[in-house]
C-alpha cells in the first residue's frame, strides 16, 4: 500500500491583524509558533485551506 503524499507548511508571517476567518485556518492547519514547519496529508480541503491564507502560509519542497 502506497502512503498518502505530504505536503510542508511553514507559517511565516504572523496573523495579528488579519480577519478571525484567517486566524481559525492558521489553527486549523496546526500552528502554533511563528517560523513553525509541519506536514500535512496532501488533500484538496487542506490546500483549500492554504489558499485561503496564501501571504501567511509557506509551502516548502
Known sequence: MTEPKKI????????????????????????TRLNQVVERVDTASLRGMVATVPHLVRILD
Open 8 to 31: 510542508r507548511l511553514q507559517y511565516f508571517r504572523s496573523a495579528i491583524s488579519t480577519p478571525f476567518k484567517h486566524k481559525r485556518v492558521i489553527t486549523g492547519l496546526g500552528f
